[in-house]
């Protein structure tokens, strides 16, 4: 029997694939600062061809972030991001915090992420009370739809 399923590599990223995963994150329009390579795992196909990203990254506040999930189109829904996801998670203690237009929300909660809000008892990074702030502005001028979610992992992290 023939194995028709591509292979896909997990690994560290490199200096040579910070263009790629420049474009990948310009392509899908996600946030553009903070890309350095040397914090990223890349799935690649069989080619070398960079299919999915992610990092971690650190922040003044000393808290982390689960920050530049993307996946190339074609290659969605796949389980890649969600094994990124879960590559990263396994270096790391929590909490480690996101933030993602509503609609990722059940995304996340894969992953044991949970939704934060104002005044539940949690409190929220510097940082990203800061990205949400700074949000508004750019959503309304932009007229995306929904808002920017506040998430933490685990789902106990207090
Ligand atoms: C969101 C994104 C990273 C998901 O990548 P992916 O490789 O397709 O995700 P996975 O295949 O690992 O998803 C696993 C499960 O998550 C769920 N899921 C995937 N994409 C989803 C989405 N956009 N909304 C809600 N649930 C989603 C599905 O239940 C999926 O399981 P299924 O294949 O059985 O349906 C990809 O759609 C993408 O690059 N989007 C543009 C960039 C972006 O928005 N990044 C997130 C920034 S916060």
């Known amino acids: 029997m023939t194995n028709t399923q591509p292979a896909i590599i997990y690994r560290p990223a490199q200096a040579s694939d910070e ?9 899908v329009n996600i946030n553009p600062m903070g890309l350095k390579w040397h914090r990223f795992l890349v799935a690649v196909d069989e080619n070398g061809r960079l ?4 990092q971690i990254k650190p922040h003044r506040d000393g808290s982390r972030e689960l920050a530049s999930i993307a996946v190339q189109k074609a290659w969605r829904r796949q389980g890649i991001a969600g094994t990124i996801i879960e590559h990263l998670l396994a270096e790391q203690q929590p909490p480690v915090w996101l ?6 929300v059940p995304f996340y909660e894969q992953f ?4 934060v809000k ?9 940082y990203f009370r800061l990205a949400r702030t ?3 502005p750019i959503q309304w001028f932009s007229r995306i739809p929904g808002y920017l979610a506040i998430m933490v992992w685990p789902a106990s992290q207090k």
Do not use: H, N, Y
């Open 19 to 27: 263009a790629a995963i420049k474009a990948l994150i310009r392509a």
């Open 51 to 54: 299919i999915g990203c992610g």
């Open 99 to 104: 933030t993602c237009m509503d609609r990722l």
């Open 112 to 115: 044991g992420f949970v939704e």
């Open 118 to 126: 104002a005044g539940d008892g949690r409190s929220i990074p510097f």
């Open 134 to 136: 700074f949000f508004k």
